[in-house]
């Protein structure tokens, strides 16, 4: 019986193991040259499969190689939130617009990248990580190292992207954003040359375009409801911030949790402090029940904006008319640009209307133009020379000139940053040229 | 005043929700000695169903009660039969029941959840119905009328646990099942069919919650916790203390979210471990 | 079979043992650094499973406090490695989540069963409520920068704490602690009467275990370069042990080995190639174990063997 000794188990267990290592070696070379069982996840491929599925076939026979010529697809991988507690991201956020831009391409024959003479297909390579930051940094490290991908684009949420971020600038590979934007990327920046953002953020430049939005119009008081996270904290701080030194009085500033049921109590309380305008800087699961509530007690302040809620057309869609005149961080349309009433009209016709984000669709869908465009005037796939590009050259998107302050898209690139509902359509209505309608203040009444 | 009357009414509105959470947890774990973890995955399928319904066919959520609660009602009975049925058949002890049915119900947890993912994505969705308030006091109705609802399932449930054989099978069973087997109490039909009760409470409290908050497929964990704060506040396997607790949480939650909202989570974790630590067969235990 | 041949494969096992060892060891040498991030995030599932194990195993009390620890091992390094040499780090965390389990369990391990486990599910969202609030007033932060170390020295800081968890785990299961632990577990009344200080015990080995999963935290926070409480304090980390360990077999350390590599490997298989799979196979894995592996592959595998054996010899127990 000695010979079931935890010894030898232990020597099974690590037989195993280095098994592993051989087995993992070989799929690596397997996972370089065929591509296609890992790439897009479902969701919507059927457009996807198409181009993606050609270039696969091809690769196949000429396994990579970094010989020039050798090679005849770009790679862009990520590990996103598939599965686990951030998939609403890569269904609702950046996940459509990336299957989309990279189609987009496709269809038009792929990348002009002068290095190698021709036009190169962009091919994805999108692994899950299971809303798991260990898994996700494992992943980038497995995307950059065995998989030998040619460019990166970020996993969800911001924490992720940091995490992401760092394994990237430690192979030097570029790390464009994805849903990831926060005051502390300001600090980034400066340690980490590699990333680069591109959604707006509360000092970039929302909350001083909201401070303006609120001067215009009148606003004399405001009470702010904030989740006590990354994103709700630095909202708050950057508003009290910027409300302190005008003639706005902040009546309460109050700290919800992200599971907060019943809101009834604290419309009350709102109530009888009586804002101007209340401010929710919190996510659609807290906003979306909020103005429930609001709605159900009869409370009409004149202005209500929220923090991502109402930048989705699911929340118009939810609300019906009672969703006019609530505003919200963004901000985009069809009207702010011929590139975007394209976009929008594409978008509309691949998924539904209803699955539109008035906020981030048209800085993500820039941003992987931005890299597209960099490594075509690199025309080479060296991370220095598109870096390089990154740094100095202007884009075409379809939000207009796309270029980089500080590794951050400049603030007048973006199309807006405060929106209102008027009508079923999310009007831009920050101060100056983006606006697309003017705001409506005070709000109308809750349809009866 | 104004503030004490709005908290209380919050509070017992809140409450009446949570004692329906707590009092199917109860059940399941008070008779069939399962601790059904993914309790709150079904209480998200019977809110999707709802909201599914009422989106798309436009089907009053009060009448889909009806629905949702027989549906989960059955699934609860097969999965005792197929699932819960076997572990104890295999357990040796009851002990080693309740630690393995448990870990099995976490296995669900992540079946349930990501099915529903699978069908409804990670959206969240909300939709409005009798989005009004009545009286003075400003009380909304649809908060009114769901707690309306819990009283009715709490009345019929209590008729007809004290005025039924089957009522008295299951008291039975829940004190001693070994004798109730020996006096002729089908005791796998009994704890089949209390497991099948309390799904069908996390059914009918699925429809409720989605007239009053938003609906996600991630939102069962959270109600699940609630139900075990509940039911370790009211005495584990108590279905009365289920109720009592969950009004107890209630007005709880709605004092401290008055005050200080964030405090909320942090407040009910202190409470439950308190009471673990001090009481841990709850304020109704024996 | 003769005694010969059987000290003789004993011997050569402890040969194999240690020319895997060194393998391991020499791993970052050979081969490229992917591999290495892999194996460093398996050996971290290595050391979460045998620590649950060590307790859970015996004493049969489902414990879900894994992520607390492991959450306040993430937290230890995030605030001191910036200023404190990375193994003083991990030691000192190892130290704060023996003196929290300590206490964790001289309040919890009177309770029985169930409780315990509800207990320590709520132990794990309490900490991640108060750190998050703590945080929010004292630093206005939701979350914090970590200062980060290379792929090579997490993976040596893996691998040695994975060789002292199973070196740890073995030697307390031939100690007295682990002879008095399994007869609680079989009959805790019986335990107690025959001297066994029931309490100590489990209290003890409980805070032993907490110091693995405490020390895994803190080295990989050094990967993460950015943590906060929602991610120190996920329950998955919870989860993830049980599964594995019930996978791969609770009653001998082998079996939670075997589990965290095999559940590893499905896993990265999973969510590269079948990434809407995931949950839904670990949760039905979960089932499927608990229903048809009551012992986990270990066991599978052992009833496996006999078989093979056929009835040459009667059949051991466990």
Same mark, same amino acid.
């Given at each position: 019986m000695?010979?079931?000794?935890?010894?030898w188990?232990?020597?099974?267990?690590?037989?195993l193991?280095?098994?592993?290592t051989?087995?993992?070696?070989?799929?690596?070379e397997d996972e370089?040259?065929?591509?296609t069982?890992?790439?897009?996840p479902?969701?919507s491929?059927?457009?996807t499969?198409g181009?993606?599925?050609?270039?696969?076939t091809?690769?196949?026979?000429t396994p990579?190689d970094?010989?020039l010529?050798g090679?005849?697809?770009?790679?862009? %991988?990520?590990?996103r939130?598939?599965?686990?507690?951030q998939?609403?991201?890569?269904?609702?956020?950046?996940?459509?617009i990336y299957k989309?831009?990279?189609d987009?391409i496709?269809?038009?024959?792929?990348l002009?990248?002068?290095?190698?003479?021709?036009?190169m297909?962009?091919e994805?390579?999108?692994?899950?990580?299971?809303?798991s930051i260990?898994?996700?940094?494992?992943?980038?490290?497995k995307l950059?190292?065995?998989d030998?991908v040619?460019?990166l684009f970020?996993?969800t949420?911001t924490?992720f992207l940091y995490?992401?971020a760092?394994?990237a600038?430690s192979?030097?590979?570029i790390?464009?954003?994805a849903?990831?934007?926060a005051?502390?990327l300001?600090?980034q920046?400066k340690?980490n040359?590699?990333i680069f953002?591109?959604?707006q953020?509360?000092d970039w430049?929302?909350?001083?375009?909201?401070?303006?939005l609120?001067?215009?119009?009148g606003v004399k008081?405001?009470?702010i409801?904030?989740?006590?996270?990354?994103?709700g904290?630095?909202y708050?701080?950057v508003a009290?911030?910027?409300?302190t030194g005008?003639?706005?009085?902040i009546?309460?500033?109050?700290a919800?949790p992200?599971?907060?049921?019943d809101?009834?109590?604290?419309?009350?309380?709102?109530?009888?402090?009586?804002?101007d305008?209340?401010?929710l800087?919190?996510?659609?699961?807290q906003?979306?029940?909020?103005?429930?509530?609001m709605i159900q007690?009869?409370?009409?302040?004149?202005?209500i904006?929220t923090?991502?809620?109402a930048?989705y057309?699911?929340?118009?869609?939810?609300f019906?008319?009672?969703?006019?005149g609530?505003?919200?961080?963004g901000?985009w349309?069809?009207?702010?640009?011929?590139g975007?009433?394209?976009?929008?009209e594409?978008?509309e016709?691949r998924?539904?209307?209803g699955?539109m984000?008035?906020?981030g669709?048209?800085?993500?869908?820039?941003t992987?133009q931005?890299l597209g465009?960099a490594?075509?005037?690199?025309g080479?796939?060296?991370?220095?020379?598109?870096l390089?590009?990154?740094?100095?050259?202007?884009?075409?998107?379809?939000?207009?000139?796309?270029?980089y302050?500080?590794?951050?898209?400049?603030v007048e690139c973006?199309?807006?940053m405060?929106?209102?509902w008027?009508d079923?359509v999310?009007?831009?209505v920050?101060?100056g040229?983006k606006?697309?309608?003017?705001p409506?203040?005070?709000k109308m009444?809750w349809?009866? | 005043?104004?503030a004490a009357?709005?908290?209380i009414?919050a509070?017992l509105?809140?409450g009446g929700i949570?004692a329906?959470?707590?009092a199917g947890?109860?059940?399941?774990?008070?008779?069939?000695?399962v601790?059904?973890?993914?309790?709150g995955e079904?209480?998200?399928?019977g809110?999707f169903i709802?909201?599914w319904?009422?989106?798309?066919l436009?089907?009053d959520p009060?009448i889909?009660?009806v629905?949702?609660?027989p549906l989960?009602?059955?699934l609860?009975?097969l999965?005792?039969?197929?699932?819960?049925r076997?572990?104890?058949?295999?357990?040796?002890?009851?002990?080693a029941?309740e630690?393995?049915?448990m870990?099995a119900?976490?296995?669900?947890l992540?079946?349930?959840?990501n099915?529903a993912?699978?069908?409804?994505?990670?959206n969240?969705?909300?939709?409005t119905?009798m989005a009004t308030s009545?009286?003075s006091?400003r009380?909304?109705?649809?908060r009114?009328?769901a707690l309306a609802?819990?009283?009715?399932?709490?009345?019929?449930?209590?008729?007809?646990l004290?005025?039924?054989?089957?009522?008295?099978?299951?008291?039975a069973s829940?004190?001693d099942?070994?004798?109730?087997g020996?006096?002729?109490?089908?005791?796998y039909?009994?704890?089949?069919?209390?497991?099948?009760?309390g799904?069908?409470?996390?059914?009918?409290?699925g429809?409720?919650?989605?007239?009053?908050?938003?609906?996600?497929?991630?939102?069962?964990l959270?109600?699940?916790?609630i139900?075990?704060?509940?039911?370790?506040?009211g005495?584990l396997?108590?279905?009365q203390?289920?109720f009592?607790?969950?009004?107890l949480?209630?007005?709880?939650s709605?004092?401290v979210?008055?005050?200080?909202?964030?405090?909320?989570?942090?407040?009910?974790?202190v409470v439950f471990?308190?009471?673990?630590l001090?009481?841990?067969k709850?304020?109704?235990?024996? | 079979?003769?005694?010969?041949?059987?000290?003789?494969s004993?011997?050569?096992?402890l040969?194999l043992?240690?020319?895997?060892?060194?393998?391991l060891?020499?791993?970052?040498q050979f081969?490229h650094?992917y591999?290495i991030?892999l194996?460093s995030?398996i050996?971290?599932?290595?050391?979460?499973?045998?620590?649950?194990?060590?307790f859970?195993?015996p004493?049969?009390?489902?414990?879900?406090a894994?992520?607390?620890?492991?959450?306040v091992?993430?937290?230890t390094s995030?605030?001191?490695?910036?200023?404190l040499?990375?193994?003083?780090?991990?030691?000192l965390?190892?130290?704060?989540?023996?003196?929290?389990?300590l206490?964790?369990?001289?309040l919890t391990l009177?309770?029985?069963?169930v409780?315990?486990?509800?207990?320590?599910?709520?132990?794990v969202?309490?900490?991640?409520?108060a750190?998050?609030?703590?945080?929010?007033?004292a630093t206005?932060?939701r979350g914090?920068f970590v200062a980060?170390e290379?792929?090579e020295?997490?993976?040596y800081a893996m691998?040695i704490?994975?060789?002292?968890?199973?070196l740890?785990a073995?030697?307390?299961?031939?100690?007295?602690?682990?002879?008095a632990l399994?007869?609680?577990?079989?009959?805790?009344?019986?335990?107690?009467?025959?001297?066994?200080?029931?309490?100590r015990?489990?209290?003890?080995i409980f805070a032993?275990?907490?110091?693995?999963?405490?020390?895994?935290?803190?080295?990989?926070a050094?990967?993460?370069?950015?943590?906060?409480?929602?991610?120190a304090f996920?329950?998955?980390?919870?989860?993830m042990?049980?599964?594995?360990?019930i996978?791969?077999?609770t009653?001998?350390?082998?079996?939670?080995?075997?589990?965290?590599i095999?559940?590893?490997?499905l896993?990265?298989f999973?969510?590269t190639?079948l990434?809407?799979l995931y949950?839904?196979?670990?949760?039905a894995?979960?089932?499927?174990?608990?229903?048809?592996?009551?012992r %986990?592959?270990?066991g599978l595998?052992?009833?496996?063997w006999?078989?093979?054996r056929g009835?040459?010899?009667?059949?051991?127990g466990?």
């Open positions: 000695m010979l079931r000794s935890r010894y188990k232990l020597c099974v267990v690590f037989m193991l280095a098994g592993a051989v087995l993992f070696a070989a799929c690596g370089a040259t065929t591509t069982a890992a790439t897009a479902d969701g491929t059927d457009t499969s181009p993606t599925e050609t270039t696969a091809e690769t196949t026979e990579t970094t010989t010529g090679k005849d697809t770009v790679v862009w %991988g990520a590990a939130s598939i599965s686990g507690g998939s609403i991201f890569e269904e609702t956020a950046m996940g459509p989309m831009y990279v987009d496709n269809e038009a024959g792929g002009e990248v002068a290095e190698y003479g021709k036009k297909p962009i994805l390579k999108i692994y899950d990580d299971q809303s260990d898994t996700c940094t494992r992943l980038y490290e950059i190292v065995e030998k040619d460019f970020g996993p949420s924490a995490a992401a760092e394994v600038k192979h030097h590979y790390m464009m954003a849903e990831g934007g005051t502390s300001h600090e920046v340690e040359p590699y953002g591109d959604l953020f509360a430049n929302q909350v001083p375009v909201l401070v303006s609120m001067q215009e119009v008081s405001v009470g409801f904030y989740i006590d996270d990354l994103h904290m630095e708050s701080s009290e911030e910027e409300l005008t003639d706005i009085e009546m309460f500033k109050t919800i992200g599971d907060i049921k809101w009834t109590n604290q419309i009350k309380q709102a109530e009888s402090a009586n804002p305008a209340i401010c800087f919190a996510y659609p699961d906003n979306f029940p909020a103005i429930g509530a007690l009869d409370y009409n302040p004149k202005m904006l923090g991502p809620g930048c057309q699911a929340f118009a869609d939810s019906g008319p009672a969703a006019d609530v505003m919200g961080f901000a349309n069809a009207k702010s640009s011929p975007l009433a394209e976009f929008t594409r978008f016709a998924y539904t209307i699955a984000d008035w906020w669709g048209a800085p993500y869908y820039s992987l931005a465009q490594i075509e005037k690199a080479s796939l060296d991370q220095e020379k598109v390089h590009a990154l740094n100095t050259e202007h884009f075409q998107t379809i939000s207009g000139d796309w270029y302050d500080t590794q951050l898209p400049a973006y199309p807006g405060v929106g209102q008027q079923g999310f009007e831009v920050d101060p040229a606006r697309t309608a003017e409506i203040f005070p009444e349809p009866k | 005043m104004g009357r709005d908290i009414i509070g509105l809140l949570y329906l959470i707590a947890l109860s059940l399941q774990y008070g008779v069939a000695r601790l059904n973890v993914s309790h079904f209480i998200m399928i809110a709802t909201w319904m009422f989106t798309n436009a089907l009060l889909s009660i629905i949702t609660g989960m009602f059955v609860g009975i999965l005792y039969r197929f699932i819960y076997k572990i104890m058949v295999d357990s040796e002890s009851i002990d029941f630690g393995s049915s870990l119900a976490f296995g669900f992540y079946v349930v959840q099915v993912r699978w069908i409804w994505g990670s969240t969705y909300a939709y119905y009545v009286t006091a009380i909304p109705l649809n009114l009328v609802v819990v009283a009715v399932v709490a009345i019929i449930f209590y008729v007809f004290s005025h039924t054989r089957m009522g008295k099978a299951i008291r829940a004190q099942p070994t004798t109730a020996l006096v002729g109490v089908n005791v039909r009994v704890l089949g069919l209390c497991f099948g009760l799904l069908a409470m996390a059914g009918i409290a429809s409720l919650l989605s007239i009053l908050y938003s609906v996600n497929t991630s939102m069962g959270g109600y699940t916790v139900a075990l704060i509940v039911v370790v506040l005495g396997g108590s279905v203390g289920a009592i607790g969950g009004i949480l209630g007005l709880m709605s004092l979210s008055y005050y200080q909202p964030s405090m909320t989570m942090v407040a009910y974790y471990i308190l009471l673990l001090i009481r841990p709850g304020i109704m235990g024996k | 079979m003769k005694t010969n041949s059987l000290i003789s004993k011997n050569a096992g040969v043992l240690g020319v895997i060892f060194i393998v060891a020499l791993l970052p081969t650094a591999v991030v194996f995030d050996m971290k599932f290595v050391v979460l499973t045998v620590a649950w194990v060590l859970a195993g004493t049969r009390y489902i414990s879900l894994s992520a607390a620890f492991y959450g091992g993430l937290y995030a605030i001191l490695n910036a200023s040499p990375f193994p003083l780090v991990v030691i965390a190892g130290v704060f989540c023996f003196i929290v389990a206490g964790v369990g001289a009177r309770l029985k069963g409780y315990f486990t509800i207990f320590t599910f709520g132990l969202q309490l900490l991640f409520y750190v998050a609030e703590i945080e929010r007033i206005g932060k914090r980060t290379g792929t020295t997490v993976y691998f704490l994975v060789v002292v968890t199973l740890v073995v030697l307390i299961r031939r100690s007295r602690h682990g002879l399994s007869s609680i577990g079989q009959y805790e009344e019986a335990a107690s009467h025959s001297g066994v200080n029931v309490v015990t489990k209290v003890l032993v275990s907490s110091i693995f999963m405490g020390m895994a935290g803190a080295i990989v050094t990967r993460r370069a950015y943590i906060d409480p929602g991610i996920d329950l998955n980390v919870s989860f042990p049980v599964l594995m360990a996978l791969g077999g009653r001998h350390l082998v079996g939670p080995v075997i589990g965290a095999i559940f590893a490997y896993g990265e999973l969510l190639r990434p809407d949950m839904l196979v670990f949760g894995v979960m089932v499927i174990a608990i229903l048809f592996l009551p %986990g592959l270990v595998a052992q009833q496996l006999r078989k093979y009835g040459a010899r009667a059949p051991a466990g």
